[in-house]
C-alpha cells in the first residue's frame, strides 16, 4: 500500500530529523511548525528545508487529500530520509 508507505517513510524522516537534534518532535506540531523549525535550525546545511517541504507536499496530498501515491512519491521520500544522514 503506497498510501501507508508514504506515512512510514514521512515518519522516519520525522524521526530522523529529531535525532539529529534538527526539531523537537511533539505531537501537537503541525508539519508547518516543524518545517518552520527546520529551516531555522538547519540554514546553511546541504538539504535545507526545500526537501522536507517537497516531502510535506506528497505526504499530505496522499494521506489528507486522498490523492494516489506513486512510486515516484515514494521514491522521492525514501530520498528525503537517505539525505539526512
Known sequence: ????ASRAYFLAMLARLGRLG???VQRAKSNRDYLRELTRRALGTPVGGERFAAAIGIFERGW????????SDIETLRESVAAWS
Do not use: A, F, K, Q
Not at 489528507?64 to 501515491?69: D, I, K, L, N, T
Open 1 to 4: 500500500d503506497l498510501r501507508r
Open 64 to 71: 489528507y487529500g486522498e490523492h494516489p501515491v506513486t512510486e
Open 22 to 24: 534538527y526539531i523537537r
